[in-house]
């Protein structure tokens, strides 16, 4: 806006009425009619000074609503508006003053109610005579779905590139991918064409639009994009600072001249985008012109809808005379470890791995250690991780407390500030629950290995729910003292899968101050009792110290000898308590709480500041940061009465004893059964809630409970928002107690005898037998079976005609179990068996794909055993030779993935035995079907439960000779096979 003259203010007619009527949004109740929006005319013309065009200097709004006019920061001392906001109908008359240039800008009426926005209407404001715009350049990257590992921009080919130069555009970038998270909608801005996006990640990300074609009078252009930038997700700061995120232009794709831009729209309302404008005049005219966006700042940064268009100029341009980007401060890595670059056989200890490949100025000398962690394959970040990602090998962490030390990376007296910066990710229950908590997975820092600093705080980048569920932490830290050597730290506190990769320190800015002498005193001071409800009060759902020192006393409510708990968690209540919100969780792993503690002691405990920290996680009050000399038991014994409920106020009571009264138990079965956790589905008149057994509850090892209806008792907890409960010991749930005999399992679950016949052995499980005897119905001739104790012998007699499949019901009592037996038909004795043995690695082909990192998606034929093998994986799940503890399987993929089966000459495949391994999925489903994808008679997908036996046969009928046929998933679980036999007659 240059050269602002004398303001004149002019008045004229209303032009143009658009109408939009609102539907579906949120009215205020004491609102009585319908909301509506109006605003016209939604352009208004002036020339360069200041006289309207053919309309008058206003705009009328009818509405029965409150709104209010926004507009760019650098419009408020030029624009002057008769009124900003007001609530119902309105005139607003506009003020432009002289201008020795042509523009255009936006205004924007805002229409809401008590809840927020609801609409808003831009007004466009041209100024001189406005050149028609033509559109060069347009790219809005597509509507194909895209689903994580999304891909890198050298590797995204659906663009979607129109306008009058763009037949020769191409696209590089460097730290940047297209995805779809996050999208803008048609509320981001006028235009906003939703996913897919650019995605920059790490900095300094750049993504470059190379050649659009000018003709020699387009030099006056206008370019304009929209942008998000993600500062803090938990906060929802989505401030938008064009300094972090620069334009550059090129005439050449060499040189390049930074570009100023203009950004409108509100990036504190969701959801969040701005429109970047930049008007510019190109000083020589130019063949081409190239475009770069340059995200400073690894903070998730968005970019869409890129248009380059002609315009009325701005800001004089030099291609010509382009400058170089700036470099960033260097980011060579002082230490870089990406554990290596060969898949490992096994799990491999910290102290036997030999396979590390250390790098950077720093890192001669640097050796490793650790107690508790290996080296491993499993879930390996890929490229869609986090920017840099190596992929497998990774450090594994499994139960806590575990550390992994990093010895003697040599710094020199100028490296103070750094930043590290490593990849995690923390399975906290299978395909659900991966969020990573920093106050569980703690990095301390030392100069000699010995005095260690205070845990340093960092911050965690990605997007845990979607796979592959890992993030990339930052730490910028400034050492206090300048240090010769660094040792670092990382410690799990929390018993759950957790794994890290690429640990790269390099210098950095610089941030909280870190002290390498290890005298890190807490903050002293006199400690203020609080109860537990007022400490719940201080609680948000980010792990926060506690702001002073507090003690805090409470009733232990949980039974620590039941070990129905998480390891390292201690309820406690305040006393006497029967209203919500008097439950709290003590967590420190390290601390035997069964040893230390029972149900019914007075504790006291004391929180330090800056020291403890407080959360709601998960929807649970925790505290932690204390130690055991933190927790002073004050007494023992007391009474600790559970609240009656109802089934409704479960979650109220979160880490309360309550007991629900008339629960039903739908059927009978044992509460814990191996070393799993296990969850029981119950009901009150029909509402289903979980009953949680955890992994270490031993004292319900084995324990049947009765289908029956009756009062239980445990402490309320939440899981993904919904109330559980977690019965404490066995006098919790005596009112279910099951004293009559009852068969809890039976092994194997489905066995197949060939046609020769045979006998196998099948295992049940019992409880509460006492002199019941265990019987066995549903088979008949060629089948038979006899009970020997909890071994049931099954007899097939040779089978001379079709293949048999019977179900065998064992009973004791009144509960019963089933399996499957099948007898193979008897062969016309010209049959042909095909046998491959998948653990034995010579038997993949030359060029079989044989880790994760080199796995294959698109069905690829190969030769194993003289037949020919088609072999598909599913989309970001490829097929590949997998190792564990030294020997092979394969691994396919999930739903889609396959293996079509070799064709024999004159014969027609009739049985497939499929064996799968220890250690896969326990819930895929396998079928077989046809090349055109229909189902084969017999091939009908079944569950494989992985847990006993491994085999799974498929008797197939109605099938072709000399046709190919598909083992195929059905299911979102990786499929892996040991060993298949394949029978053609």
């Not at 279910?736 to 039976?746: D, K």
């Amino acid at each position: 806006m240059k050269e602002l003259k004398i303001s004149k203010l002019l008045y004229a007619l209303l032009l143009v009425v658009t109408s939009s009527l609102l539907v579906n949004c949120v009215d205020d109740n004491d609102d009585t009619e319908a909301p509506f929006f109006e605003v016209a005319p939604t352009t208004l013309n002036f020339d360069l000074t200041g006289q309207p065009v053919g309309s008058d200097a206003s705009f009328t709004i009818n509405t029965n609503r409150a709104w209010s006019i926004t507009m760019p920061k650098e419009l408020e001392n030029w624009l002057v508006l008769s009124q900003e906001s007001g609530n119902g109908p309105a005139k607003v008359t506009i003020t432009v003053p002289e201008s020795a240039t042509p523009l255009t800008t936006n205004i924007t009426v805002q229409f809401s109610n008590k809840v927020g926005v609801l609409r808003s209407q831009v007004i466009t404001i041209n100024c001189g005579e406005i050149v028609p715009s033509e559109v060069i350049y347009n790219e809005t990257f597509g509507t194909t779905a895209l689903t994580s590992p999304y891909p890198l921009v050298a590797d995204y080919a659906d663009w979607v590139t129109t306008g009058t130069g763009a037949s020769e555009v191409t696209y590089s970038g460097t730290n940047t991918s297209v995805r779809a998270s996050l999208p803008n909608n048609n509320t981001s801005y006028s235009g906003a064409s939703g996913p897919n996006l650019i995605f920059f990640g790490a900095a300094p990300g750049e993504f470059v639009v190379n050649k659009i074609a000018l003709t020699a009078a387009q030099t006056n252009l206008r370019l304009t994009f929209g942008g998000q930038h993600q500062v803090n997700y938990d906060t929802k700061d989505y401030t938008f600072d064009p300094a972090k995120f620069e334009v550059y232009l090129s005439g050449d794709g060499t040189a390049w001249t930074p570009v100023t831009y203009d950004i409108s729209g509100d990036y504190t309302v969701n959801p969040n985008w701005i429109l970047g404008t930049a008007d510019f005049t190109l000083k020589q005219a130019s063949a081409y012109l190239y475009v770069k966006f340059r995200a400073l700042d690894a903070s998730n940064t968005r970019l869409d809808d890129i248009t380059l268009a002609t315009g009325n100029g701005g800001q004089e341009v030099n291609l010509e005379g382009g400058v170089t980007p700036p470099e960033p401060p260097t980011t060579d890595a002082i230490y870089y470890e990406p554990v290596g670059t060969a898949e490992v056989s096994g799990n491999t200890a910290i102290n036997d791995y030999t396979g590390w490949a250390k790098s950077g100025s720093g890192a001669a000398n640097v050796t490793y250690s650790g107690t508790g962690p290996t080296v491993r394959n499993s879930s390996p970040n890929t490229s869609s991780s986090y920017d840099g990602a190596s992929g497998a090998p990774i450090i594994f962490f499994g139960t806590a407390p575990s550390e992994f030390i990093i010895s003697n990376i040599a710094l020199t007296a100028e490296q103070t500030k750094l930043r590290l910066t490593f990849g995690g990710q923390h399975q906290v229950t299978y395909q659900t629950d991966y969020t990573f908590e920093s106050d569980q997975f703690t990095v301390a820092l030392s100069a000699d290995g010995t005095n260690w600093s205070a845990p340093i705080t960092y911050n965690t980048a990605g997007d845990v729910a979607t796979k592959p569920n890992w993030i990339l932490a930052t730490a910028d830290f400034t050492l206090k003292e300048a240090a010769s050597s660094l040792y670092i730290k990382f410690n799990l506190l929390d018993t759950h899968n957790t794994r890290i990769d690429d640990i790269k320190l390099t210098v950095g800015e610089g941030g909280q101050e870190v002290d390498l002498s290890g005298n890190v005193t807490p903050p002293t001071g006199e400690t203020t009792a609080i109860t537990i409800p007022e400490l719940i009060a201080k609680m948000t759902t980010s792990s926060v110290p506690v702001d002073a020192s507090y003690t805090v006393t409470g009733i232990v409510c949980g039974d620590p000898a039941g070990l129905n708990y998480s390891n390292g968690t201690l309820y406690i209540m305040t006393k006497g308590a029967t209203t919500a919100g008097n439950g709290l969780v003590l967590y420190n792993s390290q601390i035997d709480m069964a040893a230390g503690y029972a149900l019914g002691d007075e504790v006291k405990v004391t929180l330090t500041k800056e020291v403890a920290a407080l959360q709601i996680r998960n929807g649970v009050p925790q505290a932690t940061g204390f130690a055991a000399a933190d927790i002073e038991k004050l007494s023992t014994g007391n009474a600790v009465t559970p609240v009656t409920i109802q089934l409704s106020d479960l979650a109220s009571f979160v880490s309360m004893p309550v007991t629900i009264e008339n629960v039903t138990a739908p059927a009978a079965d044992t509460w814990k059964d191996g070393a799993a956790m296990k969850n029981h589905t119950f009901n009150v008149s029909g509402t289903d809630f979980t009953i949680n057994i955890n992994a270490r509850a031993t004292p319900f090892e084995g324990q049947p409970y009765a289908a029956t209806t009756a009062s239980i008792t445990g402490i309320a907890s939440i899981y993904q928002s919904a109330g559980q409960l977690m019965p404490r010991n066995l006098s919790d749930v005596a009112a279910f107690a099951f004293t009559e005999p009852m068969i809890t399992g039976l092994t194997p679950a489905t066995y197949t005898f060939s046609a020769e016949g045979g006998t196998h052995n099948f295992t049940a499980t019992v409880v509460n037998q006492g002199a019941t005897p265990i019987t066995v119905s549903g088979l008949s001739a060629p089948l038979s079976a006899e009970v020997d104790g909890t071994t049931i012998i099954v007899t097939a007699v040779a089978n001379t005609g079709e293949a048999i499949s019977q179900e065998m019901v064992v009973t004791l009592g009144s509960t019963s179990k089933t399996a499957t037996v099948n007898v193979d038909g008897a062969s016309a004795g010209n049959g042909t068996t095909v046998s491959v043995d998948l653990t034995n690695a010579s038997n993949y082909p030359e060029g079989f794909p044989a880790s994760s990192s080199a796995k294959l998606v698109e069905p690829t034929a190969y030769t194993i055993g003289g037949y020919e093998f088609v072999i598909a994986g599913s989309t970001g799940n490829g097929f590949y030779q997998a190792t564990s503890s030294g020997t092979a399987y394969l691994l396919i993929g999930k739903a889609g993935a396959y293996i079509e089966l070799p064709a024999v000459s004159g014969k027609k495949l009739t049985k497939i035995v499929a064996t799968g391994r220890n250690g896969a999925s326990t819930s895929v489903m396998i079928g077989v079907v046809d090349t055109s994808d229909a189902e084969v008679s017999g091939g009908t997908p079944i569950k494989w439960d992985n847990t006993a036996g491994y085999e799974y046969t498929y008797n197939l009928s109605g099938t072709s000779v000399d046709a190919k046929y598909r083992i195929k998933v059905n299911s979102a679980h990786n499929a892996q096979f040991t060993n298949l036999v394949l029978t053609y007659e």
